[in-house]
């Protein structure tokens, strides 16, 4: 049986069928560069997970045993590709199956911020409710607004369908290209090809692009200085795609309404201006927390690696 190793405990459904498959080891902690450098030599097949930071430095093993890489969720920019593509370890992902937990997430956040939930449940909380008032916690209407998506991909077109449909909001978004799908002309999402003329119009504007070198800051100081004062940023994507110390300054010079978050720069590290805001929520990674997610993610790399280990073609081959 091929010896898999898993940086973390899974859902036990899935580590129950890995069991079954292979020669599983589980660890629950991450790797340090000389534990990866031994692990490479042991291993058939390593399956880590978003906070596992897998630099060149860690591939600099000649002719590693492992010849695979999955990877536990669908982003994978914390793997240096190139690195891995050099030892000729090939890396597979998790495409498809978090998609709607994810934009059900992003939803929850433009939801708490507008209606002012998170806000809302700390006053009950502290006992600072006193009762009914006609200026009580007004908050933003959703329903009917307009939504900006940057990075038209799988999550951003669920969350945008999902607004569209059931909230009747006006849906833009920005792409490095025009998405040519019917449920793009269904919802008459509009293009804008100019990020800015996006951030100038939207009411909510939400991420959905990947993290990684090429979108670092995309969301600067100059981009939220674009957004409008009543305007929402919400990001479920990556943390490194919004420059958290200035969405901290335009949060605090009141340039945008607010903001809800659920990745971070420096995770699991959270600014503590963001942690003393009140419009801001503040959620700890759980795009696609639910049971049924997880568990299908699992699947996901189990299926990858039967695919590696059968010589067949790899249905999520990254590199
Ligand atoms: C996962 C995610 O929970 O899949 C992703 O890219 O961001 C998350 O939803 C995480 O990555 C697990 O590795």
């Known amino acids: 049986m091929p010896k898999v190793l898993i940086t973390r405990r899974w859902p036990s459904a ?22 990866w450098h031994s692990a490479l030599n042991e291993y058939d097949a390593i399956c880590p997970c978003v906070i596992d930071k897998i630099t060149a430095d860690m591939l600099t093993v000649l002719n590693p045993r492992t010849k695979i890489i999955a990877n536990f969720g669908v982003g994978y920019n914390h793997i240096d590709l190139v690195a891995a593509a050099a030892r000729g370890i090939s890396v597979t ?28 449940e700390r006053q009950l909380r502290s006992h600072q409710w006193h009762g009914w008032y006609p200026t009580h916690l007004m908050g933003t209407q959703v329903t009917g607004a307009t939504l900006g998506i940057i990075g038209m991909g799988r999550i951003g077109m669920a969350m945008a369908q999902k607004a569209h449909d059931g909230f009747g909001m006006k849906i833009l978004y920005h792409n490095r290209k025009p998405v040519n799908e019917s449920m793009v002309y269904a919802m008459k999402a509009e293009y804008c090809s100019d990020m800015d003329n996006l951030l100038q119009r939207s009411d909510f504007v939400a991420v959905h692009c990947p993290g990684g070198k090429n979108n670092r800051h995309m969301i600067n100081a100059a981009a939220l200085a674009q957004m409008q004062p009543h305007a929402f940023l919400i990001n479920t994507a990556r943390g ?51 049971t049924a997610t997880r568990e299908a993610m699992g699947m996901r790399v189990v299926s990858n690696l039967d695919a590696f280990f059968s010589g067949q073609q790899l249905p999520d081959r990254v590199v």
């Open 93 to 120: 992902n998790t495409p498809d199956v978090l998609t709607h937990a994810t934009a059900d997430l992003a939803m929850t956040l433009m939801f708490m911020l507008a209606r002012r939930a998170g806000e809302g």
């Open 240 to 290: 490194d795609v919004v420059d958290e110390s200035a969405l901290v300054t335009a949060l605090q010079q009141g340039q945008i309404a607010g903001a809800g978050l659920d990745v971070y720069e420096n995770e699991p590290e959270v600014s503590q201006a963001l942690l003393a805001m009140q419009n801001v929520v503040l959620l700890p990674h759980l795009g696609s927390a639910t």
């Open 14 to 35: 899935v580590e129950a069928e890995l069991q079954r498959r292979y020669e599983l080891t589980v660890r629950d902690s991450s790797l340090s560069a000389a534990e």
